[in-house]
């Protein structure tokens, strides 16, 4: 009987042998049936059997079925000399990725982040910037003016102003978001995205504005030391005014951003005494800056959202 289970090979042959063993009619049951006919030594001993044969079918069948599932792990291994299909991960779109650094670089400086709505009322994103109605700076920017007399906020300037306004001074903050104007080339779009930095404290001076923006852009692109070029400039809400350029690499001067110490008006309108408090202002459009950082030609190409020219442009 041993070597019988022992030689099968199939778990229906084995279901067979087990049925004619233990089944109604199985010879073991038959002799089980007749276990109370025995004296008590073959009792033990036909217990002893039957128990001894029980694990034999246990076994056998454990190592037919491991050998079964052996044999089609083996029939379905797989190839692995295969080139996979390249993987598909997603990374961080280039403007989310400038603008968290821009964010943390500005945050280790102390600048406190703040944002506004991009729907702005007059008084925020023109008035208040010491540009009132009729002005002739508002011709600076081409605004999308709603209905409702609102404007699709053309500067964070705003932002600013709502920071002056709801936590007054000393105040070092940054305002950043989307800002809109109707333009439409390679270095503009109709949307854009900008920060505005501010600083107001009773010693604040232009210097300490330039010692920012030189730490700034140095950790931004990663250079050692930044060589600058100050224009003098006008905005309506920065007095005096300058405009930033920088070296690149070619030895073509870059304009990267606005800035000035902000005008005693602003000041005056959010509450501010400019006899006590004065500071200064930067503005810069960040998309405009991880174009350059990251060589792209067209800024257009961020906001399109093709994958294939993302992928292609190494993100
Ligand atoms: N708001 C200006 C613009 O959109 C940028 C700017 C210039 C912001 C000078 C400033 C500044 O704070 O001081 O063109």
New binding site residues.
Partial sequence: MQDKIKNINTLEELQVLYTETYGKNGTMTARLKEMKNLDNDARAALNTENAALRELFKTRQTEIENAVLMAGLQKQRLDTSLNPEPENRGTLHPLTQSLSEISEILESFGYKRYTGPEIEDDWHNFTALNTPMHHPARD??DSFFLENGKVLR????AI?IRAMESDGVPIKMFGIGS?YRKEWDATHGPMFG?I???YIDKNITMSSLLADIRAFLSRFFGLEDVELRIRPSY?P??DP?IEVDMKWKNDKWLEL????MVHPNVLRNCGINPDEYQG?????GWDRLAMLKYNLPDLRDLYNNDVRWLKSAGF
């Fill in positions: 600076m920017q053309t500067q964070t300037s600013q800002t900008q505005e930095g501010l905005f809400f920065t005014s951003m606005g800035a000035g200064f202002a930067f503005g810069f």
